[in-house]
Structures are given as C-alpha cells and as structure tokens.
C-alpha cells in the first residue's frame, strides 16, 4: 500500500500511476474523488464513501495519491507500507503545471474527473506558490515524516525522484 502525498505539480500523479502499473496495483487518484463533472466539488459523504469502498475494497494493496486530509488521511497513511512526500520547490512546481496545461490544455488527464479540462486560473497559481505552503502544511508534512520515519521518503527534486523511478524498477506512464 502506497501514499503519496507533496505539492500540487510536483508529479504525484505520475508516481502514482507508475507503481500502479509495476506493481499491479489499483490507483486512486483523489482529484477524481474531490471533483466532479466541470470542477464542481463532490458532496462530502460520497467522497468519504468512495475512499472508504476504495480502502476496504483492496485490503493487499492500492496505491494513492493526493493530500485531502479529510478523505480518511490517517488511515491511509497508517496502512500504507510506504508513503512518498513529493517536496518539490515552488517555482518547480509552477513550471512543471504550466507545462502539463500547455500539454493537456482542453482535454482531461487520467488522474481527473470526467469533464474535469485541464485549466490554470489566479486562485490555482495561488496555491501553487503560496496557498499549499503554509507553515501549518509544512508542518504537517514534516509531523508526517517524523511520525513514520520507516516508511515515509521524502523526494525534494528531479534526481531524487528518477532514483526513486530506477529504485522501485518504474517506468514513466
């Protein structure tokens, strides 16, 4: 079972979709749970039942992505076997969503809810480069690598995050 969790551009999708396809695994991308048709958030419950069915859907394994500390985030960190921190820098992080909107511009990528067109507007940028990065998120993340020193990686650039790809045998999706 395998978290991944970090700043939004930093690739979690990708990471997640490539240990899916390795290892064989069923993913979930909690974008496609946070969202539905055109952006609009999804009731609460449903979303809660969509992870929970998800969790104990898959009791040998699943890999995960995303933060959404309301979506069961302590059970799922507590029952993965690896959770993966993606700390990418900011201005990184901008680069790489400017580039994935001008390759997925008007479509929908995998890791989205139908309908869900790939878009960047003022507020996303925001948390980009500020809003996701507040002390009490930073905190968070740093309380999450304490808390499972033996499981929990943290991946803070590129190089790192191709030694992770070449370490676990994954191949780009």
């Keep these: 079972k395998i978290s991944i969790i970090g700043y939004s ?6 990471l997640a979709a490539a240990f899916g396809q390795r290892y064989h695994l069923p993913v979930l991308h909690l974008d496609t749970v946070q969202f539905g048709p055109g952006w609009s958030e999804r009731d609460r419950e449903e979303k809660l039942a969509d992870v929970r069915t998800f ?5 040998d394994g699943w890999v995960m992505d995303g933060n959404y500390t309301n979506l069961y ?15 990418f820098g900011r201005w990184t992080c901008l680069y790489r969503v400017l580039s994935r909107y001008l390759h997925y ?14 878009k960047i507007d003022a507020e996303f940028l925001h948390w980009v480069l500020w809003g996701g990065r507040t002390r009490e998120k930073v905190q968070h993340y740093e309380h ?13 650039n590129q190089r790192e995050l191709n030694d992770c790809f070449r370490r676990y045998s994954l191949e780009k999706p």
């Design 9 to 14: 551009g930093s690739g979690k999708s990708t």
């Design 55 to 59: 969790l104990d859907s898959h009791p």
């Design 144 to 156: 999450v690598l304490q808390a499972w020193p033996e499981k929990a990686h943290r991946i803070r």
């Design 73 to 87: 985030y302590d059970r799922r960190l507590a029952e993965s076997d690896l959770i993966f921190f993606l700390d």
């Design 105 to 118: 511009h008007g479509k929908t990528r995998a890791s989205m809810a139908k309908d869900c067109a790939e």
